[in-house]
């Protein structure tokens, strides 16, 4: 009898015991570990720009385009084509380094990234790699966008995955392709490639255009390589980008004639991709700023991209990669094809000679108490030099010569 009470006050004190314990996990422990899961949450969870894009109060908006980093593997990367007193100690870093110094020296509003942001056969892991090359970026909290180049998926990521990686980082704006809706004509799972998007910039707060988009960004995935008739090539942008592409526009103008402003003049709009058109290979070009080093690597595919830019009318500029020692803006039919130069110290360049960026400046009209629409895109590079200097400074558009 005696040893049943023992065995019934034994168990009695053990499920007390049980009983406690789960309250200590429950009141001390359990809090501690759901904070940690929240606070994980918040640093994983992407922070997100100002948006929309806006021209400053002093009616501007600042474009740094960003092409070709060929960003590796960092520290271990090595540079290519540098003189051989500067091989010993460049790498990748050089590369973010001039991100770095660009961004501080000219203090963009936006940042565009048009293709090889990695080199995928040097970049043992993808993600790391995009990390690394956007990190200057995101640390400064400006927004910025970006487009692929042909060797971007050469690496651990599809060319979808580093899409939709790309947009759900810090301070990115880019997309995978444009929203499902965007057009009547297309929706997203309809457009080749990966990258096809617009972004809208608005009128300065206080203006009559605060709420109107006085100036529009078109992104668009050109591809890689393809087998043409037997025959290796680039990429190129496919129909059913143009008629996206074409339905955003008309969509953009015919809000702006119902809404329009008093300039009558459409908004104009820019265009970011990486490989040229085949005409800029084969010219002749009316008009030449800059450095034309080497032909244009291009598809032997044409696609028929400049008619449709032409045929738009609102695009005044494109902005281009992939032939890192062309640092030119060639003017064909009425639009400017500008080169960004080789930016990455791991891509191939010309040694003793700098890497480059190029800027990009909209200014607005000025009204007689207000800001009104964009009066002029001007442009010009600089040089990853002790000066950081600036060359081949031109004027791409003005309003007057619309009028």
């Given at each position: 009898m005696k040893s049943q009470q023992l065995i019934w006050i034994q168990s009695f004190v053990y499920v007390i015991?049980?009983?406690?314990?789960?309250?200590?996990?429950q009141t001390l422990i359990s809090p501690k570990l759901l904070l940690a899961h929240l606070n994980n949450n918040i640093i994983l969870r992407k922070k997100q720009p100002t948006l929309p894009l806006r021209f400053?109060?002093?009616g501007t908006f600042k474009i740094l385009q960003v092409a070709d980093m060929h960003y590796g593997n960092g520290i271990t990367t090595r540079c290519r084509d540098v003189l051989a007193t500067e091989f010993d100690y460049c790498s990748d870093l050089n590369t973010t380094r001039f991100l770095k110094r660009m961004i501080e020296a000219e203090k963009p509003d936006f940042v565009a990234f048009t293709g090889d942001n990695i080199f995928g056969t040097s970049a043992s892991d993808a993600a790391e790699s995009l990390l690394e090359v956007f990190r200057p970026v995101i640390e400064s909290g400006l927004p910025w966008a970006a487009v692929l180049g042909n060797h971007d998926q050469e690496s651990t990521m599809t060319r979808e995955e580093l899409?939709?990686?790309?947009?759900?980082m810090d301070y990115s704006v880019s997309q995978p392709n444009p929203l499902a809706g965007d057009t009547r004509e297309h929706r997203r799972n309809d457009i080749d490639g990966f990258g096809n998007y617009n972004l809208q910039v608005f009128g300065t707060f206080g203006s009559p255009l605060a709420n109107s988009s006085v100036l529009n960004l078109y992104f668009l995935d050109s591809g890689d390589r393809a087998i043409v008739d037997g025959i290796r090539t680039y990429g190129w942008i496919k129909e059913s980008q143009l008629v996206w592409l074409r339905g955003v526009s008309k969509q953009l103008q015919d809000c702006d004639q119902l809404f329009g402003t008093s300039s009558h003049v459409v908004p104009p709009s820019l265009a970011f991709f990486h490989i040229p058109i085949p005409e800029i290979r084969a010219g002749p070009l009316e008009s030449i700023v800059g450095e034309y080093q080497e032909y244009?690597?291009?598809?032997?595919?044409?696609?028929?991209?400049?008619?449709?830019?032409?045929?738009?009318?609102?695009?005044?500029?494109?902005?281009?990669?992939?032939?890192?020692?062309?640092?030119?803006c060639g003017y064909l039919k009425?639009?400017?094809?500008?080169?960004g130069g080789g930016f990455g110290y791991h891509g191939y360049g010309r040694a003793g000679k700098p890497r480059r960026a190029?800027?990009?400046l909209m200014e607005l009209e000025k009204g007689d108490k207000e800001w009104m629409g964009v009066e002029r895109i001007k442009t010009w590079k600089r040089y990853d030099d002790e000066k950081l200097s600036k060359v081949d400074e031109q004027v791409l558009w003005d309003i007057r010569s619309s009028r």
């Amino acid at each position: 009898m005696k040893s049943q009470q023992l065995i019934w006050i034994q168990s009695f004190v053990y499920v007390i015991l049980i009983s406690f314990c789960l309250y200590l996990i429950q009141t001390l422990i359990s809090p501690k570990l759901l904070l940690a899961h929240l606070n994980n949450n918040i640093i994983l969870r992407k922070k997100q720009p100002t948006l929309p894009l806006r021209f400053r109060s002093d009616g501007t908006f600042k474009i740094l385009q960003v092409a070709d980093m060929h960003y590796g593997n960092g520290i271990t990367t090595r540079c290519r084509d540098v003189l051989a007193t500067e091989f010993d100690y460049c790498s990748d870093l050089n590369t973010t380094r001039f991100l770095k110094r660009m961004i501080e020296a000219e203090k963009p509003d936006f940042v565009a990234f048009t293709g090889d942001n990695i080199f995928g056969t040097s970049a043992s892991d993808a993600a790391e790699s995009l990390l690394e090359v956007f990190r200057p970026v995101i640390e400064s909290g400006l927004p910025w966008a970006a487009v692929l180049g042909n060797h971007d998926q050469e690496s651990t990521m599809t060319r979808e995955e580093l899409m939709s990686f790309i947009s759900l980082m810090d301070y990115s704006v880019s997309q995978p392709n444009p929203l499902a809706g965007d057009t009547r004509e297309h929706r997203r799972n309809d457009i080749d490639g990966f990258g096809n998007y617009n972004l809208q910039v608005f009128g300065t707060f206080g203006s009559p255009l605060a709420n109107s988009s006085v100036l529009n960004l078109y992104f668009l995935d050109s591809g890689d390589r393809a087998i043409v008739d037997g025959i290796r090539t680039y990429g190129w942008i496919k129909e059913s980008q143009l008629v996206w592409l074409r339905g955003v526009s008309k969509q953009l103008q015919d809000c702006d004639q119902l809404f329009g402003t008093s300039s009558h003049v459409v908004p104009p709009s820019l265009a970011f991709f990486h490989i040229p058109i085949p005409e800029i290979r084969a010219g002749p070009l009316e008009s030449i700023v800059g450095e034309y080093q080497e032909y244009a690597a291009c598809s032997s595919v044409n696609s028929g991209v400049l008619q449709t830019l032409v045929s738009m009318g609102d695009v005044k500029a494109v902005f281009i990669g992939h032939d890192h020692t062309n640092d030119f803006c060639g003017y064909l039919k009425g639009i400017w094809f500008c080169y960004g130069g080789g930016f990455g110290y791991h891509g191939y360049g010309r040694a003793g000679k700098p890497r480059r960026a190029r800027v990009v400046l909209m200014e607005l009209e000025k009204g007689d108490k207000e800001w009104m629409g964009v009066e002029r895109i001007k442009t010009w590079k600089r040089y990853d030099d002790e000066k950081l200097s600036k060359v081949d400074e031109q004027v791409l558009w003005d309003i007057r010569s619309s009028r």
